[in-house]
Nanobody, 119 residues
């Protein structure tokens, strides 16, 4: 069982920046997972993928965030970080960290962190 602790959400004005961080509990190394990523869910909408990274370090981004968001793994801090720049009101959502392990059913979600972009 892996627990994910998320941090970094908040209220920011359009054009501003936030950095989200996700840390797995225990001794699970961040680089050991099959895949990791950040997802978001806005009110009334389905959860969508924002950015994901595979064990081979292949990173994918949603078209809506390309060029503005950067996903990275910090092996020293054992965190998965999402740097969000030039935020827009449509980025407002609850952001969730997800990790997928190599075993059947190894799919874990964080509790979510609210990001609100508003003037």
């Amino acid at each position: 069982q892996v627990q994910l602790v998320e941090s970094g959400g908040g209220l920011v004005q359009p054009g501003g920046s936030l950095r989200l961080s996700c840390a797995p509990s225990g001794s699970s190394p961040i680089f050991s997972f099959k895949a990791m990523g950040w997802y978001r869910q806005a009110p009334g909408k389905q959860r969508e993928s924002v950015a994901t990274i595979s064990s081979g370090s292949t990173t994918t981004y949603a078209n809506s965030v390309k060029g503005r968001f950067t996903l990275s793994r910090d092996n020293a801090k054992n965190t998965l970080d999402l740097q969000m720049n030039n935020l827009k009101p449509e980025d407002t959502a609850v952001y969730y960290c997800n990790v997928v392990g190599w075993g059947r059913g190894d799919d874990y979600w964080g509790q979510g962190t609210q990001v609100t972009v508003s003037s």
